[in-house]
């Protein structure tokens, strides 16, 4: 009889044991699954902050492009600045910025200094 019980005891503990490291191995399935998940949203939201990002570094580009407009000036050396600008943000965003009297008084400069020619 204590055989008996020992036996039981030791099949309750292997069953117990067994249904454990299913449940483990479920679970890690689980776990590996939302790490899957989770590194593809991640990925999305890099995509989506890299092109806000890309859309905001050439928002200005429709307001740069109003330099074209100043009058006084040739359209050649006119386009030779927007180029300068577009290649130079930090400068064109600044440009941008500036009063229409600062905006030709920066064109004076740049065209004097030899650029646009």
């Given amino acids: 009889m ?3 019980d020992k036996s039981s005891e030791k099949q309750t503990h292997s069953n117990s044991t067994t249904s ?3 449940l483990n191995r479920k679970r890690d399935r689980a776990n590996f699954k939302l790490e899957g998940e989770y590194t593809m949203i ?5 995509n989506i902050a890299k092109s ?3 859309m905001d570094a050439f928002s200005f580009v429709d307001d740069l492009y109003d330099v074209m407009k100043i009058e006084g000036f040739d359209e050649l050396m006119l386009s030779s600045a ?4 577009m ?3 930090i400068v064109a965003r600044a440009f941008i910025k500036k009063s229409v009297n600062l905006q030709r008084h920066w064109l004076e400069n ?8």
Avoid at 110 to 117: A, I, R, S, T, V
């Fill in 52 to 54: 806000i990002a890309k």
């Fill in 110 to 117: 740049f065209f004097n200094q030899g650029y646009g020619h």
């Fill in 42 to 46: 991640d990925e999305k939201m890099d």
């Fill in 87 to 89: 290649a130079n943000q």
């Fill in 82 to 85: 927007f180029d300068y600008l």
């Fill in 20 to 22: 454990k490291s299913r």
């Fill in 2 to 4: 204590e055989s008996e």
